[in-house]
Protein backbone atom coordinates (compact mmCIF):
# COMPACT_ATOMS: atom_id res chain seq x y z
CA UNK A 1 0.00 0.00 0.00
CA UNK A 2 1.07 3.37 -0.55
CA UNK A 3 2.09 5.66 2.54
CA UNK A 4 0.20 9.07 3.04
CA UNK A 5 1.16 11.38 1.20
CA UNK A 6 1.13 15.67 1.84
CA UNK A 7 1.31 18.30 -1.54
CA UNK A 8 2.66 20.27 -1.63
CA UNK A 9 5.90 19.49 0.73
CA UNK A 10 7.43 23.19 0.89
CA UNK A 11 5.17 26.47 0.78
CA UNK A 12 6.44 29.99 1.32
CA UNK A 13 3.74 32.58 2.05
CA UNK A 14 3.37 35.79 3.14
CA UNK A 15 1.57 37.25 6.31
CA UNK A 16 -2.11 37.78 5.97
CA UNK A 17 -2.46 35.45 2.86
CA UNK A 18 -4.05 31.55 3.07
CA UNK A 19 -2.77 28.40 2.25
CA UNK A 20 -4.36 25.26 1.79
CA UNK A 21 -2.41 21.93 2.43
CA UNK A 22 -3.50 18.88 1.45
CA UNK A 23 -3.58 15.21 2.58
CA UNK A 24 -3.73 11.70 0.72
CA UNK A 25 -4.61 8.77 3.45
CA UNK A 26 -3.41 5.18 2.88
CA UNK A 27 -6.18 3.66 1.16
CA UNK A 28 -8.83 2.13 3.58
CA UNK A 29 -7.87 4.67 6.10
CA UNK A 30 -11.13 6.98 7.42
CA UNK A 31 -9.37 9.23 9.85
CA UNK A 32 -7.15 11.64 9.07
CA UNK A 33 -5.30 14.05 11.86
CA UNK A 34 -3.68 17.23 11.73
CA UNK A 35 -0.91 17.99 13.57
CA UNK A 36 1.56 21.46 14.00
CA UNK A 37 4.87 20.53 14.74
CA UNK A 38 7.77 23.77 15.93
CA UNK A 39 10.80 23.72 17.63
CA UNK A 40 9.03 25.34 20.48
CA UNK A 41 5.98 24.05 21.15
CA UNK A 42 6.80 20.24 19.72
CA UNK A 43 4.11 18.16 18.23
CA UNK A 44 0.43 19.55 18.66
CA UNK A 45 -2.87 18.41 17.63
CA UNK A 46 -4.92 20.33 15.50
CA UNK A 47 -8.04 18.23 14.30
CA UNK A 48 -9.04 14.77 12.95
CA UNK A 49 -11.63 13.67 10.76
CA UNK A 50 -13.63 10.67 10.07
CA UNK A 51 -16.27 10.10 7.28
CA UNK A 52 -16.05 13.49 6.46
CA UNK A 53 -16.99 14.84 9.64
CA UNK A 54 -14.45 16.62 12.51
CA UNK A 55 -14.37 14.81 15.78
CA UNK A 56 -12.17 16.39 17.60
CA UNK A 57 -10.16 19.88 17.76
CA UNK A 58 -6.81 21.11 19.18
CA UNK A 59 -6.84 24.76 20.59
CA UNK A 60 -5.80 26.56 17.78
CA UNK A 61 -7.75 29.73 16.59
CA UNK A 62 -10.87 29.84 14.07
CA UNK A 63 -8.22 30.75 11.09
CA UNK A 64 -6.77 26.86 11.43
CA UNK A 65 -9.84 24.99 9.80
CA UNK A 66 -10.07 21.40 7.60
CA UNK A 67 -12.55 19.01 5.60
CA UNK A 68 -12.61 16.00 4.29
CA UNK A 69 -13.59 14.52 1.51
CA UNK A 70 -15.93 11.45 0.43
CA UNK A 71 -12.77 9.42 -0.28
CA UNK A 72 -10.94 10.30 3.23
CA UNK A 73 -8.80 12.69 1.20
CA UNK A 74 -8.24 15.64 3.69
CA UNK A 75 -6.96 19.03 3.35
CA UNK A 76 -6.38 22.10 6.06
CA UNK A 77 -6.72 25.41 5.66
CA UNK A 78 -5.08 28.46 7.15
CA UNK A 79 -5.83 32.19 7.00
CA UNK A 80 -4.52 35.67 7.52
CA UNK A 81 -0.94 33.37 7.76
CA UNK A 82 1.01 34.61 11.01
CA UNK A 83 4.77 34.42 11.19
CA UNK A 84 3.80 31.93 14.28
CA UNK A 85 2.31 29.89 11.88
CA UNK A 86 5.84 29.07 10.43
CA UNK A 87 5.38 24.97 10.91
CA UNK A 88 5.81 21.43 9.64
CA UNK A 89 2.09 20.66 9.56
CA UNK A 90 1.79 16.82 9.63
CA UNK A 91 -1.18 14.61 8.33
CA UNK A 92 -1.69 11.02 10.04
CA UNK A 93 -3.87 8.18 8.95
CA UNK A 94 -5.62 5.47 10.72
CA UNK A 95 -8.61 3.35 9.72
CA UNK A 96 -10.76 4.61 12.59
CA UNK A 97 -9.17 6.38 14.68
CA UNK A 98 -9.14 4.41 17.63
CA UNK A 99 -5.98 5.53 19.44
CA UNK A 100 -5.60 2.34 21.83
CA UNK A 101 -5.90 -0.25 19.17
CA UNK A 102 -4.71 1.58 16.18
CA UNK A 103 -1.31 2.86 14.70
CA UNK A 104 -1.43 5.97 13.00
CA UNK A 105 0.92 6.55 10.20
CA UNK A 106 2.72 10.17 9.32
CA UNK A 107 2.85 11.47 5.95
CA UNK A 108 6.04 13.76 5.26
CA UNK A 109 4.60 16.97 6.02
CA UNK A 110 4.83 20.28 4.65
CA UNK A 111 6.95 22.71 5.63
CA UNK A 112 5.41 26.23 5.68
CA UNK A 113 7.43 29.29 5.75
CA UNK A 114 5.69 32.57 6.51
CA UNK A 115 7.86 35.46 5.42
CA UNK B 1 -5.89 17.37 28.76
CA UNK B 2 -3.85 15.04 29.82
CA UNK B 3 -0.25 16.31 29.28
CA UNK B 4 3.12 13.73 29.50
CA UNK B 5 6.47 15.23 30.25
CA UNK B 6 9.19 13.88 28.60
CA UNK B 7 13.14 13.53 29.91
CA UNK B 8 15.83 14.40 28.87
CA UNK B 9 14.64 17.14 26.20
CA UNK B 10 18.71 16.24 24.85
CA UNK B 11 20.98 13.02 25.50
CA UNK B 12 24.57 13.14 23.57
CA UNK B 13 26.15 9.56 23.89
CA UNK B 14 29.61 7.99 22.62
CA UNK B 15 28.40 5.21 20.24
CA UNK B 16 28.04 2.09 21.81
CA UNK B 17 27.10 3.60 25.19
CA UNK B 18 22.88 3.48 26.19
CA UNK B 19 20.17 5.38 26.14
CA UNK B 20 17.03 6.42 27.85
CA UNK B 21 14.13 8.49 27.82
CA UNK B 22 11.39 9.13 30.62
CA UNK B 23 7.84 9.90 29.91
CA UNK B 24 5.90 10.77 33.09
CA UNK B 25 1.86 11.98 33.46
CA UNK B 26 0.17 12.99 36.38
CA UNK B 27 -2.68 10.96 35.85
CA UNK B 28 -3.24 7.45 34.64
CA UNK B 29 -2.44 6.42 30.46
CA UNK B 30 -5.11 4.37 29.22
CA UNK B 31 -1.70 3.55 26.24
CA UNK B 32 1.41 4.72 25.34
CA UNK B 33 3.14 4.61 21.87
CA UNK B 34 6.33 5.44 20.77
CA UNK B 35 7.67 7.08 17.87
CA UNK B 36 11.10 8.13 15.99
CA UNK B 37 11.76 11.28 14.08
CA UNK B 38 14.91 11.20 12.14
CA UNK B 39 16.02 14.77 10.79
CA UNK B 40 14.22 16.12 8.52
CA UNK B 41 11.72 13.15 8.50
CA UNK B 42 8.67 12.58 9.96
CA UNK B 43 7.44 10.93 13.11
CA UNK B 44 7.92 6.80 12.48
CA UNK B 45 5.61 4.58 14.77
CA UNK B 46 7.70 2.52 16.96
CA UNK B 47 5.68 0.09 19.42
CA UNK B 48 2.40 0.64 21.55
CA UNK B 49 1.92 -0.09 25.11
CA UNK B 50 -1.69 -0.55 27.35
CA UNK B 51 -0.77 -3.07 30.20
CA UNK B 52 0.23 -2.16 33.70
CA UNK B 53 3.94 -3.10 33.74
CA UNK B 54 3.90 -4.23 30.47
CA UNK B 55 7.94 -4.66 28.63
CA UNK B 56 8.48 -5.26 24.84
CA UNK B 57 11.36 -5.60 22.66
CA UNK B 58 12.83 -4.50 19.71
CA UNK B 59 16.13 -6.04 19.21
CA UNK B 60 18.10 -3.17 21.27
CA UNK B 61 14.96 -1.13 21.94
CA UNK B 62 13.37 -2.01 25.34
CA UNK B 63 10.22 -0.12 26.02
CA UNK B 64 8.52 -0.20 29.52
CA UNK B 65 5.16 1.12 30.44
CA UNK B 66 4.56 1.41 34.60
CA UNK B 67 2.73 -0.08 37.19
CA UNK B 68 0.16 3.10 37.78
CA UNK B 69 0.14 3.59 34.08
CA UNK B 70 1.80 6.98 34.83
CA UNK B 71 5.20 6.64 33.18
CA UNK B 72 6.77 4.45 30.68
CA UNK B 73 10.87 4.21 29.75
CA UNK B 74 12.29 3.90 26.14
CA UNK B 75 15.88 2.31 26.96
CA UNK B 76 18.47 1.59 23.66
CA UNK B 77 21.11 -0.55 24.43
CA UNK B 78 24.49 -0.48 22.92
CA UNK B 79 23.37 3.06 20.77
CA UNK B 80 24.23 2.95 16.78
CA UNK B 81 25.07 6.10 14.62
CA UNK B 82 21.69 5.04 13.05
CA UNK B 83 19.87 5.15 16.58
CA UNK B 84 19.43 9.29 16.05
CA UNK B 85 16.53 11.38 15.99
CA UNK B 86 14.34 12.33 18.08
CA UNK B 87 12.12 10.13 20.34
CA UNK B 88 8.62 10.99 20.80
CA UNK B 89 6.13 9.47 23.80
CA UNK B 90 2.57 9.87 23.20
CA UNK B 91 -0.76 8.89 23.77
CA UNK B 92 -3.95 8.95 22.04
CA UNK B 93 -7.77 9.43 23.52
CA UNK B 94 -10.35 7.18 22.82
CA UNK B 95 -11.10 6.91 19.44
CA UNK B 96 -10.89 10.42 18.75
CA UNK B 97 -7.97 10.13 16.80
CA UNK B 98 -6.47 12.41 19.08
CA UNK B 99 -2.07 11.72 20.07
CA UNK B 100 -0.85 13.73 22.74
CA UNK B 101 3.20 14.08 22.32
CA UNK B 102 5.47 14.53 24.84
CA UNK B 103 8.32 17.33 24.11
CA UNK B 104 10.40 14.83 22.93
CA UNK B 105 14.10 13.70 23.66
CA UNK B 106 16.68 14.51 21.00
CA UNK B 107 19.42 11.75 20.41
CA UNK B 108 22.77 12.67 19.25
CA UNK B 109 25.22 9.79 18.93
CA UNK B 110 28.97 10.11 18.49
CA UNK B 111 31.04 7.83 16.33
Known amino acids: KAGVTQTPRYLIKTRGQQVTLSCSPI?????VSWYQQTPGQGLQFLFEYFSETQRNKGNFPGRFSGRQFSNSRSEMNVSTLELGDSALYLC??????????????FGPGTRLLVL | GQQVMQIPQYQHVQEGEDFTTYCNSSTTLSNIQWYKQRPGGHPVFLIQLVKSGEVKKQKRLTFQFGEAKKNSSLHITATQTTDVGTYFC???????????FGQGTTLQVKP
Open chain 2, 90 to 100: AHGSGNTGKLI
Open chain 1, 92 to 105: ASSPTGDRVVETQY
Open chain 1, 27 to 31: SGHRS
